[in-house]
């Protein structure tokens, strides 16, 4: 037979079990919502990135338009006062692609 002893014992048991269960319990919770908010606070700075990433594309492309605008006024303007030069030059490059491509 159990004496009283062992029941408080027992008893003392199971209370700090329970205890610690429900502690367990607590820290998972208090996990899932670290885990949540450290999710939003990745996804906000991740937006961040994109949209940098986005404007210095845009920057970059708005450049090399400009870039590529002005070799374009360069090379109609060279033509209009060299046209001879302009179709030589074009008939070589033509005649230098035949004969690659034919290979």
Do not use: C, W
């Not at 940098?52 to 090379?75: F, H, I, N, P, V």
């Not at 109609?76 to 490059?93: D, W």
């Amino acid at each position: 037979m159990a004496t009283p002893g062992a029941k408080a014992s027992t008893n003392r048991d199971q209370d700090a079990t329970m205890e610690n269960g429900s502690s367990v319990e607590n820290d998972i919770k208090q996990l899932r919502e670290d885990i949540a908010l450290l999710s939003e606070h990745i996804r906000e700075i991740g937006s961040r990135s994109v949209y940098r990433a986005q404007r210095a594309a845009k920057e970059s492309a708005e450049q090399l338009r400009g870039t590529a605008e002005d070799y374009q006024e360069e090379l109609a303007e060279m033509v209009r006062e060299k046209p001879f030069t302009a179709i030589a030059l074009a008939a070589g490059i033509g005649y230098l692609f035949a004969l690659i491509s034919h290979r």
